[in-house]
């Protein structure tokens, strides 16, 4: 009977141990979008900041300056949010500045790679908004609302649902989306939360533009008189060939390039 028990575990070390090489992660090869041709006529090709998390289920970033073999390992057991945010350190813009592409594994899988797009990073953003809002408001909850057991497919599908609010389906980045998180969070999932941030007006002598602002689906703004900004009491970025606007209901300050 022992010498049963040192075989046994003997041939499961072996099997453990091949299987640890057979089974090794893949690497998934990220497909970027293209660029707004907004942000490229004034700013140039970005750099690339990449967040996910790995098979070790460990956070990393990578920043690159080239898209075109970019590879990585993620955690496949459950959802997983991969978030690229373009930036021109040239410019003194830093990633984080303007709106990110994204995808939520593994619904943006396709043929071995991850598929980024401009509204897949809103949904990493906001997987990210609902974890934080989990942990800071229902740890202690009997009701799940972590990001993995969140209804990715019902949320994207809103993005073309006619009965959600016009202005957030143009541009969901006029959401509140941590407020959102928070909400939902609180209270559960309703799609009437689905709407933009209440915002005013601020008269700012800048140039008349165009001005380009940091959400892949907002309009450039060119203005023939005094250019009127829409603000709110977070900062928002606006970029011309002349600089960087930075503003919002209190303040504004202007850095030329």
Request: aromatic fraction near 14%; charged fraction near 20%; glycine fraction near 6%.
């Amino acid at each position: 009977m022992k010498a049963f028990i040192l075989v046994s575990l003997f041939t499961a070390v072996i099997i453990t141990t091949g299987c640890s090489e057979v089974f090794s992660p893949p690497l998934y090869s990220l497909k970027f979008p293209q660029i707004p041709e907004k942000w490229e006529n004034i700013l140039g090709t970005p750099h690339w900041k990449i967040e996910w998390i790995n098979d070790k289920g460990e956070k990393k970033s990578l920043a690159i300056n080239e898209t075109g073999n970019v590879k990585i390992n993620i955690a496949n057991n459950l959802f997983n949010a991969i978030i690229a945010a373009p930036f021109w350190p040239e410019k003194e813009i830093e990633a984080g500045v303007f709106k990110p592409a994204g995808a939520i594994f593994p619904f943006d899988v396709f043929d071995g790679s991850i598929v980024l797009s401009w509204i897949g990073g809103v949904e990493a953003v906001f997987y990210h908004e609902l974890a934080r809002a989990n942990n800071e408001e229902n740890a202690d909850s009997a009701i799940p609302r972590e990001p993995q057991y969140f209804d990715w497919p019902r949320f994207r599908m809103l993005f073309s649902d006619t009965s959600v609010n016009a202005e957030f389906r143009k541009d969901p980045w006029l959401a509140d989306l941590q407020n959102i998180a928070l909400r939902i969070v609180q209270s559960g999932f309703d799609k009437r939360r689905l709407m933009p941030e209440s915002r005013s007006s601020l008269k700012v002598p800048v140039g008349s533009g165009p001005w380009i602002g940091t959400s892949p689906f907002s309009e450039p703004l060119f203005f023939e008189d005094s250019p009127v900004f829409p603000v709110r009491a977070a900062t928002d970025t606006w970029v011309s060939k002349e600089g960087i606007l930075r503003c919002n209901t209190l303040a504004w300050i202007f850095l030329e390039f």
